[in-house]
């Protein structure tokens, strides 16, 4: 392992210290943890990952936006 210095806002330090104490585990073993929960999260630097979101067209808006209400509710027959 490899040493790292890592400035933290009190407020973060304290929750974070005070989280290591319930859990009676080392301060160093939860931000680890959190680093490698983050990295599985956002993937490999080498990975090329490509973010778009899904696009629908779900054809023509029959309805005005001020009748939606009154639509919802209506009963069906």
């Known amino acids: 392992m490899e040493k790292l210095q890592?400035?933290?806002p009190e407020?973060?330090?304290r929750r974070l210290r005070s989280l290591a104490r319930r859990q009676d585990r080392p301060v160093s073993e939860l931000v680890r943890g959190a680093v490698e929960l983050?990295?599985?999260?956002h993937g490999d630097e080498t990975e090329v990952v490509h973010k778009i979101a899904p696009i629908y067209h779900c054809g023509a808006i029959l309805v005005d936006s001020t009748d939606l209400r009154q639509l919802a509710n209506e009963d069906r027959t």
Request: proline share 10%; hydrophobic share 60%.
């Open 6 to 8: 890592i400035l933290f």
């Open 11 to 13: 407020p973060q330090l």
């Open 38 to 41: 983050w990295l599985n999260r």
